[in-house]
């Protein structure tokens, strides 16, 4: 049976377990929708029957899952840079979004020592006029600016980073990211203290996922290195991240979204990371990936001393667990395991938007089930 109404509809409501049918029927726009997140975001909104339009520059990488996946067919999307304010308002006033989820951003570290002044543009000036929009918009109620975890001042301890910790990212793209955060903060209390808009920040940890074509990631990097039958060089194979596959946060940033929708006293400051044992050296995450992968791949510490990155970071997710009930719900070695399926389906010419479908669903059962066996639940 494919991936349709019926099955969408028989992932179910639980009680208290949140749903993304929700969000049927209602209006969303998503910036950034063209980037890696952005896809799988739009495919599950399509899947929850959303009507989304998207707001972005052309795709970031070539090739792209928004091309690959034809995710085209699933929204209306519209080319555009998130540092135009006249454009972007002019689309905020002809869709009038109820939800805005602002992913939008340069999101590399390395780049952002490439071209600091327009990562600082695109991911400080863009998020004041996503948020500018939004003060001039009748129609939206819930917002989502989503961040990073490298926005805390890094100080390469060993527990998580909690979301009253400071904010000082060191390096341009972690530094804009924060200074990102700052304006959302201000905005929120200056101009929305009425409570009309529910607006919330959620600061994510790295992701991975099938369709990640970006350069300086290392799964992608794994990847191409397969598909070019060569040895896979990590850069720094000792540094610890928060890693998680990529439909763990888009889920979150969706049950936050739609909560503080209906409750505006949700709106907050949110982490959405991993349980503390996938918190992963890179090198170790590399070893789950040869072993998924097999035929005989190898890797090598090819450390090059590089520019300054974070050694040492995690977070401490439990606000988010704690207000909304929330919790990961796969693991590494399962969230590689989806990666090296989706990336043989793709390197094999498979349908990639069923594969994606179902990935999805399998998700969304997952949770489920898991929802139906924790003590909280009843019938």
Known sequence: MGIGKCTMESVGRLNNEFDISFYKGKKVLITGHTGFKGAWLCKMLSLAGAKVTGYALEPPTTPSLFEIAEIAKDVDSIIGDIRDYAHLKNVFDGVQPEIVLHLAAQPIVREGYKNPAYTYETNVMGTVNVLECVRNSSSVKSVLNVTTDKVYLNKEWEWGYRENEELDGYDPYSNSKSCSELVTHSYKRSF??????????????????????????????????????????????????PYQHVLEPLYAYLLIAAKQYEDVNLAGYYNIGPDEQDCYKTGELVDVFVKHWGEGVQWENCYDGGPHEANFLKLDCSKAKSVFSWAPRWNIDKAIEKVVEWSKCWKENGDIRACMDSEIMEFLNDGREKYEKSSCYRR
């Open 192 to 241: 929305f203290s009425d409570g009309k808009v529910a607006i919330s920040t959620a600061r994510a940890g790295n992701v991975i996922g099938g369709g990640d074509f970006a350069e300086d990631r290392i799964v992608p990097d794994c990847i191409r290195a397969v598909n070019e039958k060569r040895t896979i060089m990590v850069r720094n194979p000792f540094s610890t991240r």
